[in-house]
């Protein structure tokens, strides 16, 4: 009887240092028939929540982890069952060989130790040959055998030919896996690595914490993203890490005499923007400016502009236009500092951050080199930017690289606000809702629209007269949009 191969899909690195993605849902299920490439789970990472395709086709036989789960990089994802395959982790299931459940959990925690330097080696390989997917760290054109794991060749012959007689005297290749692995084990008293990834190291030191006070809870002892943002949000409240180390297993039902409804893991995405914003609270001397603006004739003017047949163009897409406008005379607040914050670094054009809410958080699209795009581009880009932030599906790499950043919460039913800068960023604008007010006009009190923006500033890189003059000059804009294109 021939063996069948069970490859083992397990998580890829999903770049810039990711160590582990929340499993959003499953899109296949235990006996589906899947190809290469196709998508079968969602995942959300620190950045995004992107398709995870399967690099093998086949038959579904186990699926790891339920929606909500975290999975580590390097962990099992599913199972697929196979006449064969030409690379990836084989495991082949020996009738004759009585291989026990204890053995296969064995085999599991091995390789999930060895597994994230093996896909680190496989993604660089893979993206050397051109692989379609490298997005998430691994591809299905012109593979590459080196750096992918495989059997020994005892392994590998048994898989490809017809099981006929064992060879008691020969081990399993379960065992034989399980002796390598003790003997690779045995130094005890080698030192672990408290900090494999350089971002994981980066942002501790960014949010002030010493990585030798941390608790590890990754593999081998390593100090995770996860073990760094969950000791910077104890150091940032006071008294929190103290309550909880003091709280006792016989009351964890209740707090502070209420009882607890739920305790509910912050997602990668939450984790990523909470640790963003305490850096910005941290590192960024901010100050606020604010002016009510008169946005009638804008309101007035819109309704004009509608295509034959179409839609008008947004308010936010004509306020960024004209935001745009007042970056090209006032290019400071589209600067970066350098990270020793001794060099302000200023651009030819704007790569435009553009707040989004969605049901999985604060998200921070960018239409990049937005300064060049006409009011109709910028409002097809805003459009199709916040459907796909709210359908979950924005790429990791569209989420970065803003150079200023505009969040329009007036369409969350707010006036105002003093948001905090996206960073690196040095400043953001925010605009609060439209609404009719009694306005005095040429010592009459009328009936006009009017908005507050106000603009939060990292005031290192200029001061309160030069970020008032931007405001000025975006209110002209807004109160006289017809100047912007040139007829009054």
Same mark, same amino acid.
């Given at each position: 009887m021939s063996t069948l191969l069970t490859q083992v899909f397990r998580l890829p690195d999903l770049g810039e240092g990711l160590t582990e993605a929340g499993l959003v849902q499953w899109l296949v299920a235990v006996g589906d028939t899947i190809v290469t490439d196709q998508p079968i789970a969602e995942v959300e990472t620190a950045k995004s929540v992107v398709e995870l395709p399967s690099p093998f086709a086949g038959v579904v036989t186990a699926l790891h982890g339920a929606a909500g789960d975290t999975i580590d990089v390097g962990a099992p994802v599913l199972e697929v069952a196979a006449a064969g395959a030409p690379d990836g982790d084989l495991r082949v299931p020996r009738t004759d060989s009585g291989e026990t459940s204890e053995e296969r959990a064995e085999v599991r925690r091995t390789d999930a130790a060895r597994a994230p330097s093996n896909e680190q080696e496989a993604y660089r390989e893979e993206e050397r040959a051109g692989s379609g997917n490298v997005l998430i760290g691994y591809g299905t054109s012109e593979r590459s055998a080196k750096g992918r794991r495989r059997r020994p060749a005892s392994a590998s012959a048994s898989a490809s030919v017809t099981a006929s007689a064992p060879a008691p005297a020969t081990p399993s290749p379960v065992v034989e896996r399980a002796a390598v692995e003790t003997e690779r084990a045995a130094p005890a008293d080698r030192r672990p690595v408290a900090v494999r990834s350089p971002l994981v190291r980066r942002?501790?030191?960014d949010l002030g914490l010493?990585? +030798?006070?941390?608790?590890?809870?990754?593999l081998d002892g390593v100090i995770t993203r996860a073990d760094v943002l969950r000791a910077a949000v104890?150091?940032?409240?006071?008294g929190v890490a103290a309550h909880h180390r003091g709280t006792s297993s016989a009351t964890a039902g209740e707090l502070d005499g209420l009882p607890i409804l739920s305790r509910e893991r912050m997602s990668p995405l939450r984790k990523a923007v909470s640790a963003k914003l305490s850096r910005s609270r941290a590192e960024i001397p901010e100050a606020t400016v604010w002016v009510d603006v008169d946005a009638t004739a804008l309101w007035e003017l819109r309704g004009q502009m509608a295509p034959d047949g179409g839609k008008a163009p947004s308010l936010t897409a004509l306020i960024s236009r004209f935001v745009l406008l007042a970056l090209e005379e006032h290019p400071v607040l589209a600067s970066r500092l350098s990270e020793s914050g001794d060099e302000l670094i200023t651009f030819?054009?704007?790569?435009?951050?553009?707040?989004?809410?969605?049901?999985?958080?604060?998200?921070?699209?960018? =239409?990049?080199?937005? +300064?060049?795009?006409?009011?109709?581009?910028l409002d097809a880009a805003l459009r199709e930017l916040s459907a796909t932030a709210r359908a979950g599906a924005m790429p990791p790499?569209?989420?970065?690289?803003?150079?200023?950043?505009?969040?329009?919460?007036?369409?969350?039913?707010?006036?105002?606000?003093?948001?905090? =800068?996206?960073h690196p960023d040095v400043a953001i604008l925010g605009i609060g809702r439209i609404m009719e007010r009694p306005w005095v006009v040429e010592g009459q009190i009328v009936v006009r629209r009017i908005a507050q923006l106000s603009l939060v500033f990292d005031h290192r890189?200029?001061?309160?007269g030069y970020a008032a003059g931007f405001l000025r000059r975006v209110t002209e804009l807004i109160e006289h949009p017809l100047r912007v294109f040139g007829r009054v």
């Open positions: 942002l501790a030191r010493d990585v +030798h006070a941390l608790t590890p809870t990754g104890d150091d940032a409240v006071d030819d054009g704007v790569n435009l951050g553009v707040a989004t809410d969605t049901e999985r958080g604060l998200m921070v699209p960018v =239409i990049p080199r937005a +300064h060049a795009l006409t009011v109709e581009q790499q569209r989420l970065r690289g803003s150079t200023f950043t505009l969040n329009n919460y007036g369409s969350l039913g707010v006036d105002g606000s003093a948001a905090i =800068i996206n890189v200029c001061d309160g």
